[in-house]
């Protein structure tokens, strides 16, 4: 180990050192991961602070099912609306498309289609979401998003809210779907002719 050549391991052992900066690797670890969780605050804000990296402190669903995979796209802001990335075969939107078709132009999140969406009331009523809001009335939408998730209620109550977001999630998805496709036949027409 005391070689003067320089061999793999101990590049990598001093990239190691100079990246953690003299910590030990266990403080550096929930120091980085919740600094990330800051950076990122618009997906990340429902998501429990580390204490330690052993902490167990995930989400409250976990396994490697279709429920927990729905809870943790909703969690973290990443329900597959099409604002963060375009839904397949579709280009991506930053505005509610079906607010768009009301001559309103408001911002596509999940907060948006679970408590906001003027076209989506009735699904929301059916599923509870408006009346839940109500009775948080002087919250904004994001603490009533958050709190939707973080209630501290039994299991099955919670896999109700996931089916509920999930149901509404999918009408969306279903409806742009079929409002845009004529827009995008045209906008192929048009290519073709060009061509």
Same mark, same amino acid.
């Given at each position: 180990?005391?070689?003067? !050549?320089?061999?793999?391991?101990? !590049?990598?052992? /001093?990239?190691?050192? #100079? /990246? +953690?900066?003299?910590?030990?690797?266990?403080?550096?670890?929930?120091?980085?991961?919740?600094?990330?969780?800051?950076?990122?605050?618009?997906?990340?804000? @429902?998501?429990?602070?580390? @204490?330690?990296? =052993? =902490?167990? #402190?995930? +989400?409250?669903?976990?396994?490697? =099912?279709?429920?927990?995979?729905?809870?943790?796209?909703?969690?973290?802001?990443?329900?597959?609306?099409?604002?963060?990335?375009?839904?397949?075969?579709?280009?991506?939107?930053?505005?509610?498309? +079906?607010? *768009?078709?009301?001559?309103?132009?408001?911002? /596509?999140?999940?907060?948006? *289609?679970?408590?906001?969406?003027?076209?989506?009331?009735?699904?929301?009523?059916?599923?509870?979401?408006?009346?839940?809001?109500?009775?948080?009335?002087?919250?904004?939408?994001?603490? *009533?998003?958050?709190?939707?998730?973080?209630?501290? /209620?039994?299991? =099955?109550? &919670?896999?109700?809210? *996931?089916?509920?977001?999930?149901?509404?999630?999918?009408?969306?998805?279903?409806?742009?779907?079929?409002?845009?496709?004529?827009? !995008?036949?045209? &906008?192929?027409?048009?290519?073709? &002719?060009?061509?």
């Amino acid at each position: 180990m005391s070689s003067p !050549q320089k061999f793999g391991y101990k !590049q990598s052992h /001093l990239s190691l050192e #100079r /990246l +953690l900066s003299g910590m030990p690797l266990d403080e550096w670890y929930v120091k980085t991961t919740n600094r990330q969780k800051d950076l990122h605050v618009s997906s990340c804000y @429902i998501l429990p602070p580390k @204490i330690a990296p =052993d =902490d167990g #402190r995930c +989400l409250r669903f976990s396994d490697y =099912d279709e429920p927990s995979r729905i809870y943790a796209e909703f969690v973290t802001m990443n329900a597959g609306l099409g604002n963060r990335g375009p839904m397949k075969g579709f280009k991506q939107h930053k505005w509610c498309q +079906l607010c *768009i078709k009301r001559n309103r132009k408001e911002k /596509l999140n999940e907060h948006h *289609i679970l408590f906001q969406c003027y076209s989506l009331r009735r699904l929301q009523n059916r599923h509870g979401l408006t009346e839940y809001a109500r009775n948080l009335a002087g919250l904004e939408v994001e603490q *009533i998003y958050k709190k939707y998730w973080t209630d501290n /209620l039994p299991s =099955d109550v &919670i896999s109700g809210r *996931i089916e509920s977001a999930d149901a509404i999630r999918y009408v969306y998805i279903n409806t742009v779907k079929a409002l845009l496709r004529p827009q !995008q036949k045209v &906008i192929l027409k048009n290519l073709a &002719i060009q061509k």
